[in-house]
């Protein structure tokens, strides 16, 4: 059973930063992507930032040139700092892992999510 355990979310000021943790583990796989999403109140869980295997990235426009993703391969977990922080980065962020689970002699590609962080930013 694949756990993906979220952890550095918190409390901050406007303009400060933070960085979060999710790290895979359980079963045998492979990682083909993984991402940061966010949700918050009253909004739909949007996209924040997504990094490939080869590690190729890719942001929401909202957090271009404050937020970096990076993954450590060797432990199966990706990153998240997030630097000058707003209000509006208010959300409880989930990180999302597109593997491929090897099963026997098989294998099938699973989408698996975190159980979320809160990361709320005061003005």
């Known amino acids: 059973q694949v756990q993906l355990v979220e952890s550095g979310g918190g409390l901050v000021q406007a303009g400060g930063s933070l960085r979060l943790s999710c790290a895979a583990s359980?079963?045998?796989?492979?990682?083909?992507?993984m991402a940061w999403y966010r949700q918050a109140p009253g909004k739909q869980r949007e996209l924040v930032a997504t990094?490939?295997?080869?590690?190729?990235?890719n942001y929401a426009d909202s957090v271009k040139g404050r937020f970096t993703i990076s993954r450590d391969n060797a432990k199966n977990t990706v990153y998240l700092q997030m630097n000058s922080l707003k209000p509006e980065d208010t959300a409880v962020f989930y990180c999302?892992?597109?593997?491929?689970?090897?099963?026997?002699?098989?294998?099938?590609?699973?989408?698996?999510w975190g159980q979320g962080t809160q990361v709320t930013v005061s003005s």
């Open positions: 999302n892992a597109d593997l491929t689970m090897y099963y026997g002699l098989g294998s099938v590609r699973e989408d698996h």
């Open positions: 359980g079963g045998v796989f492979s990682i083909n992507s």
């Open positions: 990094i490939t295997s080869a590690g190729t990235t």
